[in-house]
């Protein structure tokens, strides 16, 4: 005969596995609602004013976008730091410019992350850093933004609205963060509008060819259209590409063709071909 505190041992375990079962249908219902739902007036106009890119956006992405923007507004939680309190216009700001990353992606949104830190300003982080003889030092760092891990992202709001009044300046705090969180997912690539979709390691290969090549010409101190930061490491060069791949696209498909239709291969997307749409 089963004890009372083994049926209650039972039914506790069976009430997890349960709910793990349940819940990616439940996020999936709620995300579903929330990105259905017409994007408010007022975020509308807030993501208008703060993320320039919306307005290149053809109407079918557009009305993409403002769904996936409720919908990461609903999910995720934003928290205001060193005094900051995160309006309305700040969550949907944020959303919007991390969205267009995955207006060309099947996959869920952000599924890891869970959290915004928002800064006012830039912040300092201290970091260690140990050189080839095994020698530690500690050293502060400013930053505007920082993939902290996979479920917290930490933005300078200062940084953020910069980003959306220096469009295709090549400089976009969200778009690296976030570029640097798909990484860390380490997601696949989008649907293909024609054709198979290749491996995700043939694409891998063809990449790290792309930073052979940058790393080549920063040594040798030749100028690149790309900003010399992208030469650090792999993870830096997809970021900093992320960026310039919806900033400056045509100009960037001008300079790195090849690379240019490599991004386009992940994101799912040809923005240099919106602004002749």
């Known amino acids: 005969m089963i004890s009372s505190a083994a049926t209650a041992i039972i039914a506790l375990a069976l009430a997890f596995v349960a709910w793990l079962l349940l819940a990616p249908v439940l996020r999936a219902r709620r995300h579903r609602r929330a990105a259905a739902a017409p994007l408010a007036p007022s975020r509308v106009d807030a993501v208008e004013r703060n993320v320039p890119i919306r307005a290149q956006l053809p109407l079918g992405l557009r009305d993409r976008l ?45 599924p ?33 933004g920082q993939a902290w891990d996979a479920s917290r992202i930490i933005l300078s709001w200062e940084d953020v609205v910069a980003a959306g009044a220096a469009h295709d300046a090549g400089y976009n705090v969200v778009l690296h963060e976030f570029a640097h969180h798909l990484d860390y997912e380490a997601v696949g690539l ?10 995700l390691e043939g694409w891998t290969l063809d990449l790290r060819r792309q930073f052979d090549r940058l790393t080549e010409q920063v040594d040798r101190g030749a100028d690149t259209f790309l900003d010399p930061y992208a030469a650090e490491d792999e993870a830096e060069f997809f970021a900093v590409v992320s960026e310039e791949f919806f900033e400056r696209p045509v100009a960037f498909r001008a300079a790195h063709p090849e690379l240019y239709a490599l991004i386009c291969e992940f994101y799912g997307l040809d923005p240099a071909g919106w602004q002749h749409a």
């Open 66 to 110: 403002d769904g996936l923007v409720a919908a990461f507004v609903a999910e995720k939680t934003f928290v205001g730091c060193n005094g900051l309190t995160v309006t309305d216009e700040m969550r949907v700001t944020i959303a919007a410019h991390a969205c267009v990353l995955v207006l060309g992606r099947p996959h869920d949104l952000y």
């Open 190 to 199: 989008a649907e293909p509008e024609a054709g198979p979709r290749r491996p």
């Open 112 to 144: 890891s992350l869970q959290s915004i830190l928002v800064y006012p300003t830039p912040f300092w982080v201290e970091e260690e850093d140990e050189d080839e003889s095994g020698l530690v030092t500690r050293q502060r760092r400013v930053l505007a």
